[in-house]
């Protein structure tokens, strides 16, 4: 887990990003936390942890994952912004097409767009990453179940995956909502063996759904490891999921070198907890010529309520056991949120990540529900492949951002996960009846 970032965190400590992270959490669960954080330590300084988790990635869960050059995106966003995404008449492009900079005069280079693949792993999304990492340390503290709380449902599916493969026990908590958007997905788990429990409180999204899994995890710590899903949550998970996921930084790095002999100019990835963005970014935090953008749900506007844009909309606050930006009214209570993509449907954020945008180091825009819709379906026409609702959000706002680069820069989207989980979801909105 080398590498050349570096932050103001305590690694061993109480994991504090300057102000945000921490840990804010009832007193029943300072144990579990506390040897969590000895034994991910004892594991980062363990070859044979390493070997044995370096291993798993390549061999089960398909690493390293190819860094694709989009040639056809690149010549289209980059020569003409938002005309991109227009298709003729008939086609499935719905609401009109959304701004974007001025064309690029004609005979000018493209900036030149990667596509970090994680969407070709086993599961269908980076998820894998942090769950073969979180699973292991479960056998190695004598834990026997794994809970783990889901949106988009992808996290889930890699957390029951993990749980057949070390042959744990498994539950996955999840929104009713969710349910409903994911449901191919709610199957995938269940036919590997984890049990689907359902939450219909709230928002019945993810936020909920992790608020039962902590109570889940408070009552039953001496047997039970809670694998989180993203950056978030108390110390050590938000430096213990960055970790894990900045596999995929150090990849693009040495891909970037090999393809074009410099590293990138923009990083670009979807935010909603944030772990593959902080996967993304992590090990280019100390160049300083890497710039870093990350795109949030916009939503259907950004009204309170229809949104999940956290830090371009949040205020500091406590959530799910960290300081971090959230989305709250006056008086601290979480707003409701929305997005098209269950994935993105949540009112906080990781602390390195609100950390980060207090620094400047990193930029965060919105991208809304239309937009990552176009996305979804410009990237399946220019280049054969099907993006999940998510990373589309990044792609959305790539169509804006490229037209105005340097011609020649380098871009690099992490593409997070695949689409196939989102199809039934992405009809429905576009009026597509399928049977």
Sequence with gaps: MSTTARTTVSEIGDGHFGRFGGRFVPETLMPALEQLAREYEKAKADPEFQRTLSSYLSQYAGRPTPLYFAERLS???GASGSSGTRRKAGTFLAGGTSAAGASRPEGTESPRIYLKREDLLHTGAHKINN???QGLLAVRMGKRRLIAETGAGQHGVATATVAALFGLECDVYMGTEDIRRQRLNVFRMELLGARVIPVASGSATLKDATNEALR???ASVEHTHYIIGSVVG????PVMV?????VIGREVRQQMQEQEGRLPDVLVACVGGGSNSMGLFYEFLGESSVRLVGVEAGGRSLAPGEHAATLLKGSPGILHGSLSYVLQDEDGQTLPVHSVSA????PGVGPEHSYLKDTGRAEYVAASDQEALEAFQTLARLEGMLPALEPAHALAHLAKL???LAGGSLVVVCLSGRGDKDVFEVARLLGVKIE
């Design 75 to 77: 010549k289209e966003w």
């Design 131 to 133: 769950t073969l990492g």
């Design 216 to 218: 889940d995890w408070m």
């Design 234 to 237: 108390p110390h050590p998970f």
């Design 242 to 246: 960055r970790d894990f996921q900045s």
């Design 343 to 346: 994935g993105l449907d949540y």
């Design 402 to 404: 490229a037209p105005g």
